[in-house]
Every structure is written in structure tokens, then in C-alpha cells.
């Protein structure tokens, strides 16, 4: 991937959705395996709190506040660098949104090893929700079957 | 966008001891405290006013930053969360410095009801010490005690006709680097 | 009234005690773990998670633990916990029409693009004990699955196809401003229906549907139809300010209920059903389908029915609906009284003392 890529919103919206989703114990396997790891230090500390969730009334209306969820955030800055790293994930596991942060600023950089990693991480959770959606498909009432022409 | 500068190394304990500090000068007005800052402060604010936004902001406490102070601005989104007032008078914390200092009166003063919902100010100033012209009385000092309060006497003229709508009031804290004294609206302040 | 009262240090310490050991009951029986009320009480968790208005798993299951599988209780832990953590962010609308379907029906079209996917419901279940389960070792852990060839296809919302023909309100306008929230601002009356929808949202599953039940025997009857049902898991986004674009942040399970409901219409507007919404944490269906129902009767006012009924009655349902305050209110009367009641006791004697004299007198 190319510099350029790696600096646009769309790319990064995309890899810190699958360091969000990874299992943190995946996440930590795969910083491990990288064959190196850039010291950073904590732009903000990880920190455990709330994140309001919204929903539509109507799915498509107007925005109302269901309930809060836990979830942890952190930001690290790669040292000797302005490459920020950001960390927000679901509940509180201060691990994982410091090795989402450390992964977003070292992805920012164009490391091929950790978007070698994140692709893995990616298709791991795809290959597992395939998987569970196909069990949920067998469930599946087909009247279209019954009632075709 | 440059980097924000770090917050707090140690988040709770450090938030703590500005929230002690803080509540030490409120009690004491006219006592002078030491707020040590975080590791890294933006510009626009002192070690002072950084670590009291640190401890006091939130999401739910709109901030106005004055003149200079602005600049912090991304620093305290990115460490608070604290939304920007649109005005003075929807703030709850406000900071300012000495030399572009808002009237008083231009901030939310409370209500009759619920007086604590008044805005906070944080202003820093050159050269605040113990002991000096100022004269102050209240609650929370035995008699009386001084204080020199480097901020312009039109200000303490506009601060002491609010004097009259206690409860309702504006509560203050001057800062000068890594040191704040606090004023709260009930504080009477005399030849500054 | 009542007041403080000193002492009884011991004996509370005692009944700590007594507690953890009637949690933990007979100790030659396995502990039962987190793990095990997360992955195997999940609809406890569920309704956990749901009206202590805290989606955490693993919290929930917690909560169940100590509180011995009282779930009020557990959600009243719940619910306290949270007040001990800062709001870092609010998210955007979770988009339900994206979810990962788990369970999708409609009881209203049998037709529907992406089809109608049962799931893992207790519809069609017997509803017999099965017996097997009290056998250990009697449920085998991953028991074969029959896979499909295909995963479930796209399934776009009921609503948006019927909405395309007219034949459904719209969605009204997104309101300006700020999103109201009640643990921010107190509930106020009247509330609007963004306010209600938050405090349906968290309350008691049990009192929404006796109130949903009532609807539909009659008090308030407004012809509902499970226009769809939806379970499964959304994406959940926020936008930092420090960023500027939206990221996601992990993924929630909900349950969501569109219901369709009697059509109203007028010389100025065309026949049109109306809609009723719940929206729940996890998997949720009743509590979804009750919100839905309760959802639609407190719209009487707006859509100018008549309100005749307790589940239209916006403050009585608001008021009541939450079991931390509900439970909090009725068990304080166990806290002690003896200074009020010693007063009520000393009026009666001094009215029996007063009537007994005046007969005397008149004797």
C-alpha cells in the first residue's frame, strides 16, 4: 500500500474498525509476531468509561439515546515521530485500545508486516461470521419457494 | 493538526491531588496553593489552569476559552471531551488571562434555584502573591488577609456589584504558572 | 419519615456473611463461573444489560452472580456501577437496516426480501422440560449445526418497502438540537417521544408487558401487527473530534421490533398504518415487542386519539417504569420507621382517648 492510501480516512476508518472488532487476545498475538515493535509513549492514558449509544426512532427517525455501553479508549504517538495512534473500543480491556492505537500509528507509517496483520485479523472475523450467518441461514423459511409461480 | 501534548501520567492520582489542591484555595480565599501541572501543557494555558481542566472538565461541562486560551482548545477536547460554549454564558468553566479578561457579568451567574450552576473562572495573572493591597474578608478567612491580585480595578468593580444578587454569583480562580488562589462570590475584596 | 438509628454493627456483619454463604450454597457443587452466566444465562445478561442501561457482558454476569440471580437486583449493581465512569463519547445512530442478522421475521408480510430467518428462538419449541439438559454432560457443546450454502442475505427494512408505496407513516423530520438524555436532565412531562423511547429502553420488561398485554385486551387496542422483528449485531461509530470521521468502535447485539399498527387518516392525509418502536440491548424480543406497543399508545396524543387508558397515560408509564427507582421505593419501607409510626400510634390512642371521653361525657 502506498503512503497515500495509508493517509486517507477510508483506510484508516477501515483498519480501526477491524482492530476494534479483533478479539484483544488476537490483537495481542499479532503485535507480538511483529518482527519489530516501535516504542511510543501515551498521548492519552487508557482510560475506562462510557460510550452513549444512539439509536433512530424507527430505525430511520430522529436520534435517541438507548443506553450506554463500557468502552476504553487510549492514544499513543510513535516516539521521535508526530505519528498519532488512536484507541476507542468497546468494553475494558485497557490493553486492547492501547494496541489499537499502537497498531493504527504504526499502520499510519505504511508497515507492511501490520497490514499484513490486520488483513489477518480481518479474515479470521469474516471467515468466523460466514460461518455462524450460514447456521443462522439454515433457518431460514423460504415462503418465496412455496409461493413461486 | 499538530499532536495534543500528553495529559496526566498518572490520571486519577494526579486529577486527585489539582481536585485537593483546588478545594484547599476554595475553602481558604486568599491562600495561595501549588497545582502541579501535566507532563505536557498546550498553549494558551498555565501548568495551573492545564491540570484544573484536567480535573474538572468532562463531556458535560461546557467550556469558554478567552482571548489566548483558545488556542488550547484541541487539547481539551482531545483529554476532556468538554464541548465548546457558544457563549460566555453557557459555559461552566471558563479561562481566560489577565490582559483580555470578559466582564463578569458576561457569564452565567446561576440561578436563585440551583446557584451552583453558575460559570467557573480560571483566569491567569502575572504575579499573584500573598500579602498586598487587597483586602479580603469572608467566609473562610479569620478576619481578614491579603493578597496582591494583579487583574484590573474595573474588573473587581464590575465583580462587586454582583455581590448583590448572592446567591447567584460568579466564583473565581486567578492563576499564575503552577500556582492558583481562589475568590468565590462570597469573598469581599478591598483596594485592588 | 425516618430517621438515623445507631448499632447493630454485629449483626449486619453477620448478615453479610450469612449472604455469601447462601450465595455460594452447597460447596460441594462447582462455582458457577462468569463464562458460564454469559454464555449460557445470556438472556439474563440480556435484560441485565438492558435496564441497567449498560451494555457490558461480563458486568451483567457479575451483577447476576452476586446478586444470586435476583436480576432486579442485579440491575440495580449495574446501574450504580455505572455512575461510577466518565460519558467519553456519544455514538451516531446505530444503522439497523446493516445489522448482522441472528433472527428476522415479520408476522405482517411472509414475502420479504432476505427472507424470514427463524433463528435460535423458543417458537416452535414445545415447550416441554427437556430432560436431557438435566442430565450432566446432557447439552454437547457444539452439537451439529446444519450450515446453509449461503449466508444470510441482505435484509432491508419491512418499513422502507411499505414507506415506498405510501401505505406507511414516514419517518418524521430528524428534531434540531441536542439529543435529550434522562440520566443528564430529569424527566419532564410532557416528555417527547425521543425522551420515552430512552426511558422505555430501560425499564421493567415485566410492567411493559402487562401494559403491552393490557393494549391489546382492549385499554388502548391500536391493531398492532409485528411489522418486523430483528436481532443481531450493528456496528457501533463514533467521531472523535481530534479525528473528524466517523470510526467504529466495536459491535453490539440488539433486538429491534417495528411495529404496524391501526391507520389513521383524515380529508387532509391518506389512510396510512402508524408505527410503533422498541430497540433493546442483546436479545430481547418480548421486552422489543412490549416497548413497541407501549411505543404506539403514548403517541395518542399526537396522533389524536382519545387517551383512555393507563398505557396512554404518558406520566403514569414514564413515572413507573423504571425497577431501580420502583424497587428502591417499595424496600425502603423495610429501612426503620419506628419514630413516624410511634407518632401514628400515640394519634391513635389520643383519638380512641378523645372518642372514649366524649361517650363518657355524654353518658
Known amino acids: 500500500m502506498s503512503r497515500q492510501d495509508d493517509d486517507s480516512p477510508k483506510a484508516r476508518q477501515a483498519w480501526i474498525r477491524v482492530l476494534a472488532k479483533a478479539a484483544p487476545a488476537e490483537l495481542a498475538a499479532e503485535w507480538a509476531a511483529l518482527p519489530s515493535r516501535p516504542a511510543y509513549s501515551f498521548l492519552r492514558r487508557p482510560e475506562t468509561g462510557l460510550a452513549m449509544i444512539r439509536g433512530r426512532i424507527g430505525g430511520d427517525g430522529s436520534a435517541f439515546n438507548l443506553g450506554e455501553a463500557s468502552a476504553t479508549r487510549a492514544a499513543i504517538r510513535l516516539d521521535g515521530t508526530e505519528t498519532m495512534g488512536f484507541g476507542f473500543v468497546l468494553g475494558r480491556d485497557a490493553r486492547h485500545a492501547e494496541l489499537a492505537a499502537a497498531f493504527d500509528a504504526l499502520l499510519q507509517?505504511?508497515?507492511?508486516?501490520?497490514?499484513?496483520?490486520?488483513?489477518?485479523?480481518?479474515?479470521?472475523?469474516?471467515?468466523?461470521?460466514?460461518?455462524?450467518?450460514?447456521?443462522?441461514?439454515?433457518?431460514?423459511?423460504?415462503?418465496?419457494?412455496?409461493?413461486r409461480e | 493538526m499538530p499532536l495534543p501534548e500528553p495529559g496526566f501520567a498518572d490520571p486519577v492520582a494526579e486529577s486527585q491531588r489539582a481536585f485537593r489542591a483546588l478545594l484547599d484555595?476554595?475553602?481558604?480565599?486568599?491562600?495561595?496553593?501549588?497545582?502541579?501541572?501535566?507532563?505536557?501543557?498546550?498553549?494558551?494555558?498555565?501548568?495551573?489552569?492545564?491540570?484544573?481542566?484536567?480535573?474538572?472538565?468532562?463531556?458535560?461541562?461546557p467550556v469558554w476559552l478567552a482571548g489566548p486560551c483558545a488556542s488550547a482548545r484541541p487539547w481539551i477536547a482531545f483529554h476532556t471531551g468538554a464541548p465548546a460554549a457558544p457563549r460566555p454564558d453557557g459555559a461552566r468553566f471558563a479561562f481566560a488571562e489577565a490582559g483580555e479578561l470578559p466582564a463578569p457579568g458576561a457569564f452565567d451567574l446561576g440561578t436563585d434555584a440551583y446557584p451552583d450552576r453558575s460559570t467557573t473562572l480560571i483566569i491567569e495573572t502575572p504575579g499573584l502573591a500573598a500579602g498586598g493591597n487587597a483586602l479580603l474578608s469572608g467566609p473562610g478567612i479569620a478576619g481578614t488577609t491579603r493578597a496582591t491580585l494583579p487583574l484590573p480595578r474595573a474588573f473587581f468593580a464590575a465583580r462587586a456589584e454582583l455581590a448583590e444578587l448572592f446567591p447567584r454569583g460568579l466564583d473565581l480562580v486567578l492563576t499564575d504558572g503552577a500556582r492558583a488562589l481562589a475568590l468565590p462570590r462570597g469573598t469581599r475584596v478591598e483596594g485592588a | 419519615?425516618?430517621?438515623?438509628?445507631?448499632?447493630?454493627?454485629?449483626?449486619?456483619?453477620?448478615?453479610?456473611?450469612?449472604?455469601?454463604?447462601?450465595?455460594?450454597?452447597?460447596?460441594?457443587?462447582?462455582?458457577?463461573?462468569l463464562a458460564q452466566i454469559e454464555g449460557q444465562l445470556s438472556l439474563a445478561a440480556d435484560r441485565v444489560m438492558g435496564e441497567a442501561s449498560l451494555y457490558d457482558r461480563t458486568l451483567a454476569a457479575l451483577a447476576i452472580k452476586q446478586a444470586r440471580g435476583d436480576l432486579v437486583e442485579a440491575i440495580f449493581l449495574l446501574r450504580a456501577y455505572r455512575t461510577t465512569l466518565p460519558r467519553l463519547a456519544a455514538s451516531e445512530p446505530v444503522d439497523t437496516g446493516t445489522m448482522r442478522i441472528r433472527r428476522r421475521i415479520s408476522a405482517a408480510f411472509k414475502d420479504l426480501p432476505g427472507g424470514q430467518?427463524?433463528?435460535?428462538?423458543?417458537?416452535?419449541?414445545?415447550?416441554?422440560?427437556?430432560?436431557?439438559?438435566?442430565?450432566?454432560?446432557?447439552?454437547p457443546a457444539g452439537e451439529a449445526t446444519p450450515e446453509a450454502p449461503d449466508p444470510v442475505?441482505?435484509?432491508?427494512?419491512?418499513?422502507?418497502?411499505?414507506?415506498?408505496?405510501?401505505?406507511?407513516?414516514?419517518?418524521?423530520?430528524?428534531?434540531?438540537?441536542?439529543?435529550?438524555?434522562?440520566?443528564?436532565?430529569?424527566?419532564?412531562?410532557?416528555?417527547?417521544?425521543?425522551?420515552?423511547?430512552?426511558?422505555?429502553?430501560?425499564?421493567?420488561?415485566?410492567?411493559?408487558?402487562?401494559?403491552?398485554?393490557?393494549?391489546?385486551?382492549?385499554?388502548?387496542?391500536?391493531?398492532?401487527?409485528?411489522?418486523?422483528?430483528?436481532?443481531?449485531k450493528v456496528d457501533v461509530e463514533i467521531v472523535p473530534e481530534e479525528l473528524g470521521f466517523p470510526v467504529c468502535i466495536g459491535e453490539i447485539d440488539l433486538t429491534e421490533c417495528e411495529m404496524i399498527n391501526q391507520f389513521v387518516g383524515g380529508p387532509d392525509r391518506?389512510?396510512?398504518?402508524?408505527?410503533?418502536?422498541?430497540?433493546?440491548?442483546?436479545?430481547?424480543?418480548?421486552?422489543?415487542?412490549?416497548?413497541?406497543?407501549?411505543d404506539r399508545a403514548l403517541r395518542a396524543d399526537e396522533l389524536g386519539e382519545p387517551r383512555t387508558a393507563p398505557a396512554q397515560d404518558e406520566e403514569f408509564v414514564l413515572a413507573h417504569c423504571d425497577n431501580v427507582e420502583a424497587s428502591g421505593f417499595v424496600q425502603h419501607l423495610k429501612l426503620p420507621h419506628y419514630v413516624d409510626f410511634q407518632s401514628e400510634l400515640d394519634v391513635i390512642r389520643r383519638i380512641r382517648a378523645a372518642a372514649a371521653s366524649k361517650r363518657e361525657a355524654a353518658e
Not at chain 1, 508497515?111 to 460461518?131: F, I, M, S, T
Not at chain 3, 425516618?2 to 448499632?7: C, E, Q, R, S, T
Not at chain 3, 391493531?223 to 443481531?232: D, N, Q, Y
Open chain 2, 25 to 61: 484555595a476554595i475553602a481558604h480565599p486568599g491562600r495561595i496553593v501549588d497545582i502541579p501541572g501535566p507532563a505536557g501543557r498546550p498553549e494558551g494555558l498555565s501548568i495551573a489552569q492545564s491540570a484544573i481542566a484536567l480535573a474538572l472538565l468532562d463531556g458535560d461541562t
Open chain 3, 153 to 232: 442475505a441482505p435484509c432491508p427494512r419491512v418499513a422502507g418497502f411499505l414507506n415506498k408505496e405510501g401505505l406507511i407513516e414516514p419517518a418524521a423530520a430528524p428534531e434540531p438540537g441536542a439529543v435529550p438524555d434522562i440520566t443528564r436532565a430529569p424527566l419532564d412531562y410532557p416528555a417527547d417521544r425521543r425522551t420515552r423511547l430512552q426511558a422505555l429502553a430501560r425499564g421493567d420488561e415485566g410492567y411493559l408487558l402487562a401494559l403491552a398485554y393490557s393494549t391489546q385486551r382492549g385499554y388502548a387496542n391500536n391493531h398492532p401487527f409485528a411489522g418486523e422483528i430483528r436481532t443481531g
Open chain 3, 117 to 139: 430467518v427463524l433463528g435460535p428462538t423458543f417458537d416452535y419449541t414445545h415447550r416441554l422440560l427437556d430432560f436431557a439438559l438435566a442430565a450432566e454432560g446432557g447439552a
Open chain 3, 270 to 294: 391518506p389512510a396510512q398504518f402508524t408505527r410503533g418502536y422498541g430497540l433493546a440491548f442483546g436479545e430481547q424480543e418480548r421486552k422489543s415487542m412490549a416497548m413497541a406497543l407501549v
Open chain 1, 109 to 147: 507509517t505504511g508497515a507492511a508486516a501490520a497490514h499484513a496483520a490486520v488483513a489477518r485479523l480481518d479474515n479470521a472475523r469474516r471467515a468466523r461470521e460466514a460461518a455462524e450467518s450460514r447456521r443462522i441461514a439454515a433457518s431460514k423459511v423460504d415462503f418465496f419457494a412455496m409461493t
Open chain 3, 1 to 33: 419519615m425516618y430517621v438515623a438509628v445507631k448499632g447493630g454493627e454485629v449483626a449486619i456483619d453477620a448478615a453479610h456473611r450469612l449472604l455469601a454463604r447462601a450465595r455460594r450454597g452447597d460447596g460441594t457443587v462447582a462455582e458457577v463461573s
